[in-house]
């Protein structure tokens, strides 16, 4: 590149930071067409561009090819300001960018690919004109770099541009995002007012959309609203109050077919991290608004908002369980890493009928009762979802150790859950363990043959259930517990 060309986009980067969308850049495009309503707006830093588009001009006789050369560089920087200079230089004439786009999408043909750095610049720049002929460009099903992980900014801002640019959110969610991928662009929506019954026909019915991005090292997630005239608009969720915040949160997860829930769990996250700082008027304006299913699965999220609604709400416990729960799922404290859920549990028995005697059986089986829902709610989620299931199946431990569930226990001996073959072996001391004994034996006789999948696990599952049911009735080991245990068929 020209080193003068360099210079002067390098000159006009400085400038950058008194525009307003410096801090989210790559996804300046998307705020810049939600607050467009419809019509094409300038970039608000335009003059600045303006004037730094004249003076590279006059030191470059091909200006737009440094730019392209900046653009496909390895300072990002300096491809973003060349993106926004490009932008003004095509106002105009966006044709010329769009015949970039058209050729990006020839060389991909009919094979799905991923986007280099070069392209999902020329993506953005194009983007920033607001013209009603680019998101038809950008239709194609292009592969992101990374289907294991977070879109990028600018993946997000090439799939976004095109449902902020009116696109139908049925077609943009199932054709925009490869089934493989769909687990990196983390976005979640509901319709709030559909035109048909199809979702696909929904036109620009009302919405709400939550999505993340990652720049710069730094994951950052956004709230979309369009409201049923097709205004709308698009904000960090940092700007959202509390109450609000956490009213279309629930509102979006609770109807979303999709639910995404890692990224549930990100803006939980964000309220956690953020609880001293928040409006706690406003927070509990949203939190009273809550189910109490909804007030657990926000404190499993978020530990630091359960000591507020148990105080405020009045749910005695909530935030020791919640505490105590998510300890389990960690090695703090443990000598053996990696033990399973029901070892840790059991080695804090002691611990749990003490929670069981402060706060009431009641209270815990209205808690473990919810998680158990909240999970069920869970299932068709991706494997990110996996907190949860975690939890409920700490939970579902809880209840055996606390005696709480034996009939449950007694009916799902029927099933093939190794689970609950180890926790009908946590339940508390019985007067005459013979009965529980026996069917614990039945079912390591039916096993035994290994004749269908599955059964070496169930077996070893049932082994530990007897191993448990023995050490909690006071014996060392299983052996001596079934030698000393009269059975019903040996009496």
Request: net charge positive.
């Amino acid at each position: 590149m020209n080193p003068e060309a360099h210079r002067q986009i390098a000159q006009a980067r400085a400038a950058c930071t008194g525009c307003p969308y410096h801090g989210v850049c790559p996804l300046a495009p998307l705020f810049l067409q939600a607050e467009a309503r419809g019509e094409r707006r300038p970039h608000p830093h335009a003059p600045v561009l303006a004037q730094h588009l004249a003076e590279l001009r006059a030191v470059s006789e091909r200006p737009e090819r440094d730019l392209l050369e900046a653009l496909g560089g390895a300072d990002e920087g300096l491809a973003l300001v060349a993106g926004c200079l490009l932008a003004v230089s095509c106002w105009q004439a966006p044709e010329r960018l769009r015949r970039l786009l058209a050729g990006i999408r020839a060389r991909g043909g009919e094979e799905q690919r991923q986007l280099g750095p070069l392209e999902e610049q020329i993506v953005r720049a194009a983007a920033l004109l607001q013209d009603p002929q680019v998101p038809p460009l950008l239709a194609a099903r292009w592969r992101l770099v990374r289907g294991d992980r977070e879109v990028t900014a600018y993946e997000a801002n090439r799939l976004v541009t095109r449902l902020i640019s009116g696109e139908s959110p049925g077609r943009w969610w199932d054709e925009a995002v490869v089934e493989e991928d769909r687990g990196a662009f983390e976005a979640s929506f509901v319709l709030r007012e559909k035109d048909s019954m199809d979702e696909s026909a929904s036109g620009s019915g009302a919405l709400d959309l939550f999505f993340s991005a990652r720049a710069g090292g730094r994951s950052a997630v956004f709230y979309y609203r369009r409201d049923g005239h097709g205004k709308q608009a698009l904000v960090p969720i940092e700007s959202i109050r509390p109450d609000s915040l956490l009213k279309r949160l629930f509102k979006v997860f609770n109807t979303d077919r999709r639910k995404t829930h890692r990224l549930f769990a990100k803006i939980a996250r964000y309220l956690n991290n953020e609880f001293g700082r928040l409006d706690k008027r406003m927070l509990w304006e949203g939190l009273k608004q809550l189910e109490r299913e909804q007030q657990i699965v926000l404190t499993l999220y978020a530990p630091r908002l359960g000591k507020y609604i148990e105080k405020r709400a009045r749910f005695p416990g909530l935030y020791r369980l919640a505490k105590f729960l998510h300890r389990n799922l960690t090695d703090k404290g443990y000598p053996a890493r990696g033990a399973p859920s029901h070892a840790k549990l059991y080695a804090e028995r002691a611990q749990v009928q003490t929670i069981l005697e402060a706060y009431g059986k009641e209270a815990f089986k209205e808690f473990c009762r919810h998680v158990f829902r909240i999970a069920e709610a869970y299932r068709p989620g991706p494997a990110s979802a996996d907190l949860i299931f975690r939890v409920a199946e700490a939970a579902y431990f809880l209840t055996a150790l606390g005696g709480l569930n034996p009939a449950g226990l007694e009916l799902s001996l029927e099933g093939r859950n190794p689970l609950a073959y180890i926790a009908y072996g946590l339940q508390p001391p019985a007067r005459n363990p013979a009965r529980r004994l026996g069917r614990l034996l039945q079912a390591r006789a039916r096993f035994a043959a290994g004749e269908r999948s599955g059964d070496r696990e169930l077996l070893a599952a049932v082994e530990q259930g007897i191993a448990y049911m023995a050490k909690i009735h006071g014996f060392e080991d299983a052996e001596s517990f079934e030698k000393a245990v009269a059975l019903p068929s040996q009496a």
